[in-house]
């Protein structure tokens, strides 16, 4: 059985004997990192600088919710803001892989700057085992990278710590409701943000549109389930599919992409079945999306697919 506080213990142990110089950590917000961090801060406190770059990749009102979250856990935090950076760097790129490996690199790069700012000699990380099995290596196939995994550039200076490598989703929760981190629940956001749930051309205009239509998915599936609806699922969004068709909006011919809504139940994200939700849900979802999205998206799917074959994510 997994004793969280007995890893705690250890982690933060060994990681005072590997860091003898001033740290950084990419914190996502999430709960892997938030996890790592607060093990990391407890192991050498105020070496430690932990790093939030707003991508302009992030879900609605993330930026100022995860400044707030990581306040509260007493964490020294620097909020780099490079919206225009990720943009620019992503431009015209709509390759999966090629979009986590320039995603990758260029969030390796703003730490190295930062690592420059506070003389950071380690970089730690909430790589979970998930993460490296996916992104492949030796005898294994490359399912996909992970930015933290198959983005890491090869002259990188900085000395990596990931001290939550061999742990599965469910562990890492365990860890968080330990630690008291109010995002032990939360469910999962891919280190590359929307930029995966945006297929296709990455434009500040489509990211917007995705973003929006996750927003509704989220409190429309939180309000059903709060309401006994349904099931709260693992993992729920929304995907920005580049595929075109016609529709009408009033008496007008409409022509919008579409929208794909996901929702799952899952452990450890290794496997996956497809949540099946009450369709006057999923209903207000469609009217909702194509209504506020009035000319971007007329029309809404639902992924039934499980994992496998398919991820969860759909890149």
Request: net charge negative; glycine share 8%.
């Amino acid at each position: 059985m997994f004793d969280c506080e007995q890893f705690i213990a250890e982690s933060a142990a060994s990681m005072k004997e590997q860091i003898d110089d001033i740290a950084i950590i990419a914190c996502s917000g999430g709960v892997d990192s938030s996890v790592a961090a607060v093990i990391a801060n407890e192991a050498v406190g105020d070496k430690l600088h932990c790093v939030y770059v707003d991508t302009g990749l992030m879900r609605k009102n993330e930026t100022q919710e995860i400044q707030e979250m990581l306040g509260e856990l007493g964490l020294n935090l620097t909020t780099v803001f490079a919206e225009d950076r990720y943009f620019e760097a992503l431009k015209d790129v709509t390759d999966p892989e090629a979009k986590r490996k320039v995603i990758g690199e260029l969030f390796i790069r703003i730490f190295e700057e930062e690592q420059v700012k506070v003389g950071a000699k380690f970089l730690i990380q909430g790589t979970i085992a998930p993460d490296w099995i996916e992104s492949g290596g030796g005898v294994r196939d490359t399912i996909k990278s992970h930015h933290n995994v198959g983005g890491l550039p090869e002259d990188m200076t900085l000395e990596v710590i990931e001290p939550l490598r061999d742990l599965y989703k469910d562990e890492v929760r365990d860890l968080a409701r330990v630690q008291k981190i109010r995002v032990a629940d939360r469910q999962p956001f891919p280190g590359p943000g929307l930029a995966l749930r945006c297929l296709g051309p990455l434009t500040l205009e489509r990211v917007h549109v995705v973003r929006e239509a996750c927003a509704i998915v989220e409190e429309e599936f939180e309000a059903a389930a709060e309401a006994g609806k349904m099931e709260l699922p693992w993992q729920y969004f929304a995907a920005l599919l580049p595929v075109r068709s016609v529709g009408v909006h009033g008496d007008v011919r409409a022509y919008g992409e579409t929208i794909v809504v996901r929702a799952v139940q899952s452990m450890d994200g290794m496997s996956a079945r497809y949540s099946e939700i009450p369709h006057d849900v999923l209903a207000k979802i469609s009217t909702r999306i194509t209504n506020t999205l009035k000319g971007a998206v007329n029309r809404v799917v639902y992924d039934i697919t499980h994992k496998p074959p398919g991820t969860i994510e759909w890149e």
